[in-house]
Each structure stands twice: as structure tokens, then as C-alpha cells.
């Protein structure tokens, strides 16, 4: 299996913990968003998604039947029964007469507060049905069958429909209100029935191992190259895994506690990605990490690209590293710093291109955010030319990581001087790959030993990484708060 997908297979598995819903279906659909993963007429898109609809049988008979029952359903009104008070002249036999005293105005009481009930749609489990057809239509529209297409047309069209006429909680499809569900008469008993035949195994919330090992399983026994593919998606799918891989290394370190990992959940019915964005605390000073994938401020090349006419070919991706980790003091809100990192899945070793791109990278965002960085410029007075002065420097080292595939030293000048936090020694710029320095011996189908715990994989590399960037932006956000 390639090192990259099985990095994101362990990736994915630990963090299917972290979310709220943490259900083996809306992981997947979750993933399939996380990775921007949808079919694209011509190319070799959805297969992500041709995984997850295999590992979640949804191209079985049973999963037809359960289309079918659920859009019937969103047809429909379902009712229920909630309390009302109403006022009447005259006593009835639902009168509640400590709620009609408490409130009275004279003695004897002249108006009475009785006990009823009215029949209203029930928004909570209709609200529920939306959230289960949203989760089969996201995975489906994401493959490139045009079967599935078809299927998840079906269920967007209903979702639609239903939205216009009738307002909703939207949340979970949980077994109570399927068993709620059941009560609404034959119809309803029989989309039960129907719903519950796929819900156990979709809704299941596995423990990350067997997670990991059951993906793995669904990816070989689809015909999915994912080492030939040049989608997108992939590319998005390395990116997840770094962010991943960083945001597990921190959870796990005694320096960082409290994780709140911020994940986009289904009652947003968007097909737009949204990426993680993880906040942990400091255990002993009133320190935050927050890490992500979002520009770490205003990009100075802004207003540049207006004056030089070149404003209408800008994209937010212009402003937005791959890899943003920002450490800002509690105590003010103007005491903050980050570090930066971009991704690069090179499909070779040699990867010359790419490996070209990755430093031009490295050197514009370093210049677009040089006052979230603290990066600075050599004066062209001080140059020297023979290598003594560093064009780039900044307050943390190393500024700005490279994290490629492959065909990084693994033990290079700038990996060793990383290793014993000689900040002098360390450049501003560092490369790494998934090859050499996350932790894939630690993987199953990497190494030789079954690995059942899922705390088991760690990267020795990425904690002395952070743990080195933790101590400068600690030491540098120190220094500003005693000068402020």
C-alpha cells in the first residue's frame, strides 16, 4: 500500500475519535469533504469515495432499499404530539388548578388553564432523516459512477423539497428516533425496518485499529490506483495527513493539553471543504497553539498584485499555506507568532520539479507574512555572497518546513541540528518526507508487527520538531510580554 494513503488511513482513524459524530458513515463522508474528494467529469476522481461506499456497502440491494424508504419518508409529515396550555371561561376536566390560582387575578379564578395537546410535524425526526440522506448523498455524488450519481440526485432533490416546506432540527438519525420513527403507522414500520437493515453496520463507531485495518481492507479489494492518480485530491489528502500527524503529536506531548479539535459536522449542508482546525493549551503558561490550514494574517503581496495589475488572477489559495501553526499569549491579544509549512506530494524520489516549487514556496510566504513570522530579509549592504548571510531569517527555527513525500535526506545537517535545538545551527528553511520521518515503521502493513493500539504511532522527528518550535515561540512570547 502507498506510504501516503496508509499515513492518512492511520490519520483518519484517530481522528474519527475526535468528532462528534464519530459514526464509521459520517467518518467517511467527513473525509470525502476533509480531502475535497468529488467526481470530475475526465478524470480519475471519487475513488476515495468508491473506497468508503464499498467499506459501507451502500451498493447492495439492502442500501437501494433504504434510498427508496427514506426519500418516500421525506415526502411525508411526520407528527408529534407536544403539550399546550389553553385558556378557557369554564372549568374542564384538564384543567391544571395550581397553574390556574398562581395566575389568577381574583378569587374564585375567572379564567381556567387547561392541559392539551397539539399534533405538530416533528422537526427533530425529520431533522434526522435530512442529516442520514445528506451523508448517503455526499459519498454518492462524490464517485464517479454515474449510478451513484443518479442516487444522490434522488436523495438531494428530496432533501430540497422537504427544506422548502417544513422547518427543521437538523441532527444524527440516532436508534431512539428510528424506534420513534416505528410508531407512525405500516408505512413508517416498514422504512424502519428498512433504515435499520444498513444502520448497524454504518453507524457503528469502531476503535481506531480495527477503523484502520477495515479501510485498508476496503482499499485493496477496489481496483483504485492511488499511486498513479494525479488528482487533486490527493494532493489534499497528504495535506490532511501532515495536519493530522502534527495536531496527534501535540495531543500526545506533555506539553500540550486540552485539545479542541474543530471538525465540520453535517448539519451544514455545504459540499464546500472545510479543513481542521485544532486548539490546544500550554500546561503550564497561559500559552495557545492553534493549528490549521488558514493564513497566519494580511498578505503583504496584496496590495502589490493590485498595483501591478495582476489583482483579478488572485485566488485565496494565493494567501493560504498548507500548514499553520500559531502560538499566541492569552493574556493580550496582540502577543502572537506563527510558523509555517506547505506540502508536496513528489510522485518520485528524485521529484526535481516539485522539490524546485517547494523552496519558491517557502520563500514567498516567508515574505508575504514576515509580521506573523517574524521573518526578516537580509539588507542588501550586509550580502555576502561567499554563504555567511542567510537571505531568510525569523524568530523561530526552522520559519517555514517542507513536508514531502519523498527523496528528503533522512538524517540531513538541518534534521541533526533540529534534533539537539542548536537554533543557530538550524536553518530557516527544513525539509522532511513522509518516507523518513513519520513514523511509518509504526504502521501495520510497514513493518512486521500487528499493531493493534492505535497510541502506538508517534514520529520521532515531528516531536523533537515541535517540541523546538515550542520552546522558541515560548522563550519569544516571554520576551515580548516583559517589553510591552
Known amino acids: 500500500m502507498d506510504k501516503d494513503l496508509r499515513l492518512f488511513i492511520e490519520q483518519v482513524s484517530w481522528t474519527g475519535k475526535q468528532r462528534q459524530d464519530e459514526s464509521l458513515v459520517e467518518t467517511a463522508r467527513w473525509i470525502c469533504r476533509q480531502v475535497n474528494d468529488r467526481a470530475i467529469e475526465g478524470q480519475n476522481s471519487g475513488s476515495l469515495a468508491r473506497v468508503f461506499l464499498h467499506l459501507l456497502q451502500m451498493d447492495t440491494e439492502v442500501q437501494a432499499e433504504a434510498e427508496h424508504q427514506l426519500i418516500e419518508l421525506m415526502k411525508q409529515t411526520v407528527?408529534?404530539?407536544?403539550?399546550?396550555?389553553k385558556e378557557t371561561d369554564l372549568p374542564t376536566r384538564d384543567v391544571d388548578w395550581a397553574k390556574t390560582y398562581q395566575q389568577a387575578l381574583t378569587r374564585p379564578p375567572t379564567r381556567h388553564q387547561n392541559r392539551a395537546t397539539e399534533r405538530v410535524p416533528d422537526s427533530r425526526l425529520m431533522g434526522g432523516l435530512v442529516y442520514q440522506a445528506r451523508q448517503w448523498r455526499d459519498l454518492l455524488n462524490r464517485s464517479s459512477g454515474s449510478k451513484h450519481q443518479e442516487r444522490g440526485d434522488a436523495l438531494h432533490k428530496a432533501i430540497q423539497q422537504l427544506q422548502r416546506r417544513q422547518k427543521l432540527r437538523i441532527g444524527p438519525l440516532t436508534h431512539p428516533l428510528l424506534?420513534?420513527?416505528?410508531?407512525h403507522g405500516p408505512k413508517a414500520e416498514k422504512a424502519t425496518k428498512a433504515l435499520l437493515r444498513v444502520y448497524t453496520h454504518q453507524h457503528e463507531v469502531p476503535e481506531p485499529p480495527f477503523l484502520a485495518k477495515r479501510i485498508c481492507e476496503a482499499v485493496e479489494s477496489t481496483e483504485v490506483n492511488f499511486a498513479e492518480s494525479t488528482d487533486a485530491a490527493y494532493d489534499n489528502l497528504l495535506e490532511f495527513s501532515v495536519i493530522s500527524s502534527i495536531t496527534r503529536t501535540a495531543a500526545s506531548s506533555d506539553t500540550w493539553t486540552d485539545l479542541s479539535f474543530e471538525v465540520p459536522h453535517s448539519d451544514q449542508d455545504t459540499n464546500e471543504?472545510?479543513?481542521?482546525?485544532a486548539t490546544l493549551s500550554h500546561r503550564k503558561k497561559p500559552i495557545s497553539l492553534h493549528i490549521g490550514k488558514n493564513p497566519p494574517g494580511e498578505?503583504?503581496?496584496?496590495?502589490?498584485?493590485?498595483?501591478?495589475?495582476?489583482?483579478?488572477?488572485?485566488?485565496?489559495?494565493?494567501?493560504?499555506p498548507d500548514i499553520c501553526l500559531t502560538f499566541r499569549d492569552e493574556r493580550t491579544d496582540e502577543n502572537e507568532i506563527s510558523v509555517l509549512g506547505d506540502v508536496k506530494r513528489n510522485a518520485t524520489d528524485k521529484g526535481t520539479t516539485l522539490l524546485r516549487d517547494g523552496l519558491r514556496t517557502a520563500t514567498y510566504y516567508m515574505s508575504a507574512f514576515p509580521h506573523t513570522i517574524q521573518a526578516s530579509i537580509a539588507d542588501a549592504e550586509v550580502w555576502n555572497p561567499s554563504g555567511d548571510t542567510e537571505v531568510l531569517s525569523g524568530s523561530i527555527r526552522p520559519t517555514f518546513t517542507l513536508f514531502f513525500l519523498q527523496g528528503i535526506e533522512a538524517d540531513s545537517k538541518g534534521i541533526g541540528a533540529l534534533r539537539d535545538c542548536k537554533k543557530s545551527e538550524i536553518p530557516p528553511i527544513l525539509a522532511c518526507d513522509i518516507e523518513n520521518h513519520f513514523g511509518l515503521e509504526n504502521l501495520i502493513g510497514f513493518s512486521n508487527k500487528e499493531n493493534e493500539d492505535s497510541d502506538k504511532w508517534q514520529s520521532d522527528f515531528l516531536t523533537q520538531w515541535l517540541d523546538c518550535v515550542t520552546d522558541q515561540a515560548v522563550e519569544y512570547l516571554e520576551d515580548v510580554r516583559v517589553r510591552m
Request: hydrophobic share 25%; glycine share 2%; aromatic share 6%.
Open 299 to 320: 498578505d503583504t503581496f496584496t496590495e502589490i498584485r493590485k498595483v501591478a495589475g495582476l489583482a483579478k488572477h488572485q485566488t485565496p489559495e494565493d494567501s493560504q
Open 273 to 277: 471543504k472545510n479543513t481542521i482546525q
Open 79 to 85: 407528527r408529534t404530539s407536544v403539550p399546550r396550555w
Open 179 to 183: 424506534q420513534r420513527l416505528r410508531r
